[in-house]
T-cell receptor, first 113, second 114 residues
Framework: ETGVTQSPTHLIKTRGQQVTLRCSSQ?????VSWYQQALGQGPQFIFQ???????GRGNFPPRFSGLQFPNYSSELNVNALELDDSALYLC????????????FGSGTQLSVL | AQSVTQLGSHVSVSEGALVLLRCNYS??????LFWYVQYPNQGLQLLLK??????LVKGINGFEAEFKKSETSFHLTKPSAHMSDAAEYFC????????????FGRGTSLIVHP
């Protein structure tokens, strides 16, 4: 079975720009979560999608938005980038809603200059 | 609401020594508890989980953790450290019967000396 894949692996943007990050979930998984991991910190929950609907959202502003497609892949969009958005963005997939085992991708390292 | 506190941002041990990484949690309902490991330039990988069954949980790579409700703790141990155990370790908690969204701690970096 294929694992969770994220693209791109690295990205450099400037303040005010918009960015789209992509995630392909593990085969058979219908739930996708996105996390932001700042340097030296633990992952912070952004939001989760279950069967194409948002199923929970963390304390992030509306300029962070997402989408889950019928094949359960997902996108994270960030508008009006700020310097503090620089972080590793992790996607995790799981089967069902209980998140008893999250399978993480290797992440997208976003640098905002 | 739930939260976890990982005591010690860095833990240094010698190869072959006992590994002990501390985690205390706060939860308003019976929790699910997890330990994840992150190697450099990789995503997180589940080591073990507690979901209200046996309080002593065994995971991969020889790690285990014990759920102690009276102490609100879920410390991670391994009897003998190996060089390959050097990584970042994250404790996480979620609420059973709720949203099941895990909240992660800040992480503990395990350093293993030869």
């Amino acid at each position: 079975e294929t694992g969770v894949t994220q693209s791109p692996t690295h990205l450099i943007k400037t303040r005010g720009q918009q960015v789209t990050l992509r995630c392909s979930s593990q085969s058979g998984h219908n739930t996708v979560s996105w996390y932001q991991q700042a340097l030296g910190q633990g992952p912070q929950f952004i939001f989760q999608y279950y069967r194409e609907e948002e199923n929970g959202r963390g304390n992030f502003p509306p300029r962070f938005s997402g989408l889950q497609f019928p094949n359960y892949s997902s996108e994270l969009n960030v508008n009006a980038l700020e310097l503090d958005d620089s972080a590793l963005y992790l996607c995790a997939s799981s089967s069902g809603r209980t998140n008893e085992k999250l399978f993480f991708g290797s992440g997208t390292q976003l640098s905002v200059l | 609401a739930q939260s976890v506190t990982q005591l010690g941002s860095h833990v240094s041990v010698s190869e072959g020594a006992l590994v002990l990484l501390r985690c205390n949690y706060s939860s308003s309902v019976p929790p699910y508890l997890f330990w994840y490991v992150q190697y450099p330039n990789q995503g997180l990988q589940l080591l073990l989980k507690y979901t209200s069954a046996a309080t002593l949980v065994k995971g991969i790579n020889g790690f285990e953790a014990e759920f102690k409700k009276s102490e609100t703790s879920f410390h991670l141990t391994k009897p003998s450290a190996h060089m390959s155990d050097a990584a970042e370790y994250f404790c996480a908690v979620s609420l059973s019967g709720g949203s099941y969204i895990p909240t992660f701690g800040r992480g503990t970096s395990l350093i293993v000396h030869p």
